[in-house]
Nanobody, 126 residues
Framework: QVQPVESGGGLVQPGGSLRLSCTAS????????MGWFRQAPGKEREFVAA???????YYVESVKGRFTISRDNAKNTLYLQMNSLKPEDTAVYYC????????????????????WGQGTQVTVSS
């Protein structure tokens, strides 16, 4: 069983930066693709970024050039570096993990992922 745990959220001013982390237990971390989703108040949960087991990276258009997803397999940790933050980035951010050896090339939908963290709040406000 995999239990992702997010950290690193907080309050930041527009234009600022935050780095989210997600640790996931288990010896098969390196064989799993993972992603970040977010949910703003009153809105549907949406895809933000994903990284495949082979280090392919995928982003929603609104964060391209500002957010960077990465992973450290030795630490069983997924990251989301968020720069040039905007008020519209305010949301609860969720870490999502695919099943081990799920090599399908789909990353954008919630159903693509088997395990979810509890979320971490990111608030961008002056």
């Amino acid at each position: 069983q995999v239990q992702p745990v997010e950290s690193g959220g907080g309050l930041v001013q527009p234009g600022g930066s935050l780095r989210l982390s997600c640790t996931a237990s288990g010896r098969t971390f390196s064989s799993r693709s993972m992603g970040w989703f977010r949910q703003a108040p009153g809105k549907e949960r949406e895809f933000v970024a994903a990284i495949s087991w082979s280090d392919g990276r995928y982003y929603v258009e609104s964060v391209k050039g500002r957010f960077t997803i990465s992973r450290d397999n030795a630490k069983n940790t997924l990251y989301l570096q968020m720069n040039s933050l905007k008020p519209e980035d305010t949301a609860v951010y969720y870490c999502a993990v695919k099943r081990s050896m799920d090599y399908t090339g789909s990353y954008y939908y919630q159903d693509d992922y088997a395990y979810w963290g509890q979320g971490t709040q990111v608030t961008v406000s002056s």
